[in-house]
């Protein structure tokens, strides 16, 4: 009995003593477990943030795409006519103008042409004068009945056929003038020379086959080939230049890898249809190329602005998070707690995004710290100049207090 009695004593002394504690702990439990079961925002420590007002600037947007330099003119230089060659007049590598002799053929059996051809054309001359002498007595006999109609006839058919003969005589001529002029291989355009590809002595044979003896490029200019994607392309260039014209406004920088000198060109063309399996579309943009430094075959990057500046909101990298695939910041509301936004970006430019959607402007985004925040806590935003000017306020606070 007395075991018994003991025992329910003890379960009375731990039960208050168990509610004395709990009442204690909950009037003198720390401030911010008092927070915690009051809610978000209620009753926490406003934490200081830095903001920026998101403002929209008039920006010129730049895309770097990988280019490849092509020749705006290319010339393949092959025999028109079969012979020996006789002489190359040219360097390899030599700059050479438009008309320039680079190869000869053999010439001496296309100058027997062209005089064989010279001589017919004489004999058809003097059968056509002769010809044409009988044709006019005809005629006057005619008119007498000196002559049959038939005489007549045939010295009239004589003279046309011998002025017939002047016309064959003269395109086999200038047939042979040709095969004598394309002997001396001339240079179809203004540029660089390759290296000569068969030397003197070489047979060659004109026709479908027939071979290689050079190649030229143009020099003063070259072009860039890259692909463009289809969204940049119809929200930054399709909306601003609808004609090959205003195409011609669009600017381009180029350089090339591991060099500092930019080369600025302009949208030569963009191509006719967007390619379904890449999503992109040619484009093609020209340079100056007057130091020759620009060589077809080159891979360079360039870069491609918008005719004209156009407004756009811009926020430092630093303030963009990453949730998976999607980007998002945080921005203080009127009551001073934090906002999770998504947004959409686009273009880099010197380390500040073109936010696309999620944005407006006046809306105070927080740019420092981000990791440690979360939805719905207290801050005290404050700029970035401010925050400055109180962190010296402080360190002068703390050197007085030294002293």
Request: charged share 25%.
């Amino acid at each position: 009995m007395q075991s018994k009695s003991f025992t329910k004593v003890l379960v009375v002394v731990v039960a208050i003593a168990a509610l004395g504690g709990g009442y204690y702990y909950f009037q003198h439990k720390p401030a911010d477990a008092k927070a915690a079961e009051a809610g978000p925002g209620m009753g926490q420590q406003a934490m200081p943030v830095i903001v920026e007002a998101v403002e929209s600037k008039a920006v010129q947007i730049w895309n770097k795409y990988s280019a490849r330099l092509e020749a705006v003119e290319y010339a393949e230089i092959r025999p028109q006519v079969s012979g020996t060659i006789t002489e190359v007049k040219f360097e390899d590598g030599q700059q050479i103008e438009q008309g320039e002799v680079l190869f000869v053929i053999d010439v001496k059996p296309y100058q027997a042409a062209v005089n064989q051809a010279e001589a017919e054309v004489k004999v058809a001359k003097n059968e056509f004068s002769l010809a044409q002498k009988e044709a006019n007595r005809a005629e006057e006999l005619i008119k007498t009945n000196a002559i049959s109609k038939r005489i007549y006839d045939e010295r009239k058919s004589g003279s046309n056929v011998a002025w017939a003969r002047i016309k064959a005589a003269e395109a086999r001529l200038e047939s042979a003038q040709i095969n004598l002029d394309y002997a001396n291989v001339t240079a179809p355009i203004t540029g660089r020379l390759s290296r000569a590809e068969i030397k003197v002595g070489n047979l060659v044979e004109a026709g479908p086959n027939a071979p290689l003896l050079t190649t030229i490029v143009s020099t003063n200019a070259i072009y860039a080939d890259f692909d463009v994607d289809e969204q940049t392309y119809l929200r930054y260039i399709r909306s601003n230049a609808k004609d090959r014209a205003s195409e011609g406004t669009v600017p381009v920088k180029l350089k090339l890898s591991g060099d500092d000198v930019a080369y600025d060109g302009f949208i030569y063309s963009f191509d006719n249809q967007i390619d379904s399996s890449t999503g992109t579309i040619r484009a093609r943009a020209l340079f100056e190329n007057k130091d020759g430094a620009l060589l077809p075959g080159m891979f360079a990057t360039v870069e491609m602005g918008l005719p004209q500046k156009q407004e756009e909101i811009l926020l430092t990298e630093r303030a963009i998070g990453t949730d998976q695939d999607r980007k998002y910041v945080y921005v203080v509301n009127d009551k001073s707690m934090v906002e999770y936004r998504q947004i959409s970006i686009g273009e880099s430019m010197g380390g500040e995004r073109i936010v696309t959607s999620g944005l407006k402007a006046g809306d105070k985004v927080i740019t420092e710290g981000v990791i440690r925040l979360r939805p719905g806590m207290p801050v005290k935003p404050m700029t970035a100049e401010e925050a400055q000017a109180q962190q010296e306020a402080q360190a002068e606070q703390q050197q007085e207090q030294a002293h």
